[in-house]
């Protein structure tokens, strides 16, 4: 015998939706079983308490009602099939032409002609008049048991089709409303919450929460109702995160780094040529604590461009090797990674400790005395790219993973790593693109972060400007200047995908007309860009680097890292082409000397209003988290980072952005909740136990270290 219907029953099973319906609800929107469909939320509501008058509505978008009667019934052949058409007329004594195109005969049995009625739908423009297009027919019963909001539903064309538009979706689940009440009772849909949580914040039962959102009695009820759902949601999210976090902490060692040792010590005290700002001697120390007594670390460190997180992690780096450990720092480009272990080897001196580079180009001779290096533990330090995951990479004792800019690394890819120790080494993820709080509580919420929120004394603030392509002569008279100065200058061009070809026309034209301003041999210019060989733009680079040219014209694969002290003046083509982060990335590869640097945004004089707004902001700010906020705002969280593919982003009801306030509210209670009772083993806290197991359950892809 068949289940009764419930929550999970396949939305196939629900009355007038059948095989063909369901499929297209699973693929349009992500619909399969009833439960599904409840948690397909309105999205917004029309305010039914109000009525129109026909004298006053105009035609457009916004949907009217009106309350009057229908009349003049008339049925009109067409080429394919007949059109009906009625007059109706509201209180008021003003008629309004309806018309329908498809259904005639159905719509025409069961229109209440003569009765009093209420009509909803939109005016539209129709032989100089105005007419009303397959108007919703209501009786005055029917619109007085309707609730004042009215539902609105996300559906898509092919639903319509099926007859499920947003009305037609609306009445489904009023349907599923009314068959489970009748067979389960007023608690039809199953709590999900524990009494005491319930009780203490005064939100709805679940049941109750569903019919205020989907039949709201009034603004008060529904937002009660919504607010109990979002915050169910952020608080199994975060119970699963932080318990997942606490779990990897206690339960996996990591590789106890006891002591500092002579190489941290010597390191610190002759070859640092700086002192550390405050905020890298706190982050040492937070990884301190972190690896000193065998617990694993799983440490996210933001930083923006320029803060120094590199010397955090060389430091962590020799806290491994004097704890007879390995460490390996992975890059995400061959440039960086080259840089790296230059600078490595520069600032580590004379110190015993052996530094080797693993990246795809580097050739099979040279490759094996560093593989047998590693094997034996007489490499200490590794630097590379992708090239490090090889299964042919086998390490001695690896104790320590720095991955530097880490969206550029997948999951999986992470999770090589981790298999490469006995122990799992430690994990210190570093990254340049500020992630507003609300993201790492969700993104990273089993990763500790560790911010570093103070620049090197002495940077000056980069000055940044926005000018219109009819100033560029201008501009290009700054360059001279700067030039002339002996710094050297940047100009980057937006390059994407969808318009590759014109992208690299326009950077091949923007080279040309370069070379015709400041010609050679008072000027070089350096190119690079992603038609290049790998080898041809290394070489462009370090040219550039060298001093040898004074401008590198480029696309975005100058976007990470890249440190060129010189370089004064970052010039940004097209700048209203790029998105936030990414300007600011870009602007982060200037003003890391001692020289006041200057970053251009040039743009055409039409701009968008986002645009308009990004521009400004980057004039406005350098505090890359407070340029995080605004993207965050402008984009959405799904376009941030490629968080999309996370999976963890794709809240049903609550919003990242609007809800900031209630997601740090769960986290506290999925905290205090954990801290006590961190297996959810006590009977108050079953049905908590439940929803996060269903939740794990959902998320297969989770990696122990994502
Ligand atoms: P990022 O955080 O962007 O990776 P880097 O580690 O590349 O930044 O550091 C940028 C520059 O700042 C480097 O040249 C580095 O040597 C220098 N630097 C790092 N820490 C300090 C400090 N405490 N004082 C002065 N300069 C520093
Ligand atoms: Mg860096």
């Not at 917004?44 to 006053?56: G, I, K, L, M, N």
Request: net charge neutral.
């Amino acid at each position: 015998m068949p289940e009764p219907l419930n929550a999970s029953t396949p939305i196939e099973f629900l009355k007038g939706i059948g095989p063909k319906r369901a499929e297209a609800l699973a693929e349009d929107l992500a619909i399969q079983t009833c439960g599904d469909l409840l948690f397909h939320l309105p999205f917004r509501y029309e305010d039914r308490t109000r009525f129109h008058r026909v004298s006053e509505t105009v035609p457009g978008p916004v949907q009217v009602q009106l309350r009057g009667t229908i009349r003049k019934l008339k049925e009109v052949q067409q080429k394919r099939g007949q059109r009906l058409e009625a007059e109706f007329v509201d209180e008021h004594g003003d008629a309004l032409p309806l018309v329908w195109f498809k259904g005639a005969k159905w719509v025409a049995r069961n229109l209440p002609i003569g009765q009093p009625c209420v009509l909803w739908g939109r005016i539209s423009d129709y032989k100089g008049g105005r007419n009303m297009a397959h108007p919703e027919v209501l009786t005055l019963q029917e619109a007085r048991a309707a609730s004042a909001l009215h539902p609105v539903y996300g559906s898509t064309e092919r639903l319509g089709r099926f007859g499920l538009n947003s009305n037609g979706i609306g009445k489904a689940v009023q349907r599923l409303i009314a068959q489970l009440r009748e067979l389960h009772g007023p608690e039809w849909m199953a709590e999900t919450l524990p009494d005491g949580i319930l009780a203490h914040r005064g939100l709805p039962r679940l049941a109750t929460a569903m019919e205020q959102v989907h039949q709201p009695a009034d603004v008060q009820a529904e937002r009660l109702g919504r607010f109990r759902l979002k915050f169910e949601e952020f608080l199994f999210l975060q119970l699963l995160l932080v318990q997942h976090r606490n779990r990897q902490t206690t339960a996996l060692p990591g590789p106890a780094f006891a002591e500092v040792g002579e190489q941290f010590n010597r390191f610190y005290s002759e070859r640092i040529p700086f002192e550390l700002t405050e905020a890298q001697k706190r982050v040492i120390r937070e990884i301190r604590e972190d690896t000193r007594n065998g617990t694993h670390m799983n440490r996210l460190l933001q930083g923006d461009v320029g803060s120094g997180k590199t010397m955090v992690a060389l430091l962590t780096a020799l806290l491994a090797v004097d704890n007879g450990c390995q460490a390996c720092i992975m890059a995400p480009t061959e440039i960086l990674a080259q840089q790296h272990l230059a600078s490595f080897r520069e600032m580590l001196g004379d110190l015993p400790v052996r530094v080797e580079l693993l990246t795809g180009s580097v050739k099979a001779a040279d490759r094996k005395p560093i593989l047998a290096g590693l094997a034996e533990g007489a490499v200490h330090l590794l630097v590379g790219t992708h090239a490090v995951l090889e299964p042919k990479v086998i390490f001695h004792r690896l104790g320590l993973v720095v991955i530097d800019e880490q969206h550029r690394f997948g999951v999986a890819q992470r999770a090589r790593l981790w298999a490469k120790a006995d122990i799992p080494p430690h994990i210190l993820v570093m990254t340049a693109t500020p992630i507003p709080r609300t993201l790492s509580m969700t993104v990273y919420g089993d990763l500790d972060v560790s911010v570093i929120d103070e620049l090197p004394p002495g940077r000056k603030p980069i000055r940044t400007v926005h000018r219109t392509d009819a100033q560029r002569l201008a501009v290009f008279g700054f360059m001279r200047d700067q030039i002339a100065e002996g710094r050297q200058v940047y100009v980057v061009y937006p390059l994407i995908e969808e318009s590759a070809q014109l992208d690299h026309k326009d950077l091949m034209d923007g080279y040309e007309s370069l070379t015709r301003h400041f010609p050679a041999p008072d000027h070089r210019i350096s190119i690079v860009h992603g038609r290049m060989k790998p080898e041809d733009k290394d070489a462009e680079m370090q040219r550039f680097a060298s001093g040898k040219t004074q401008i590198m014209v480029a696309t975005t694969v100058i976007e990470v890292g890249v440190n060129v002290p010189n370089a004064s003046v970052m010039v940004i083509e097209s700048a209203e082409r790029f998105g936030l982060s990414q300007l600011h990335q870009l602007r982060g590869r200037v003003g890391r000397g001692g020289n006041q640097s200057f970053c251009v945004l040039m743009s055409g004089k039409e701009l968008g209003k986002e645009a308009r707004r990004r521009l400004e902001t980057m004039c406005r700010t350098q505090d890359g988290f407070e340029i995080a906020e605004v993207d965050l705002e402008l984009r959405g969280p799904g376009d941030l980072m490629g968080t999309k593919q996370s999976g963890v982003l794709d809240l049903k009801v609550a919003d990242l952005v609007k809800d900031r306030a209630l997601l740090e509210d769960a986290r506290d209670l999925a905290r205090r909740v954990l801290r006590e009772d961190p297996e959810l083993d006590a009977p108050k806290h079953a049905l908590l136990r439940t929803g996060v197991d269903r939740l794990r359950a959902s998320r297969p892809d989770w990696s122990r270290i994502a």
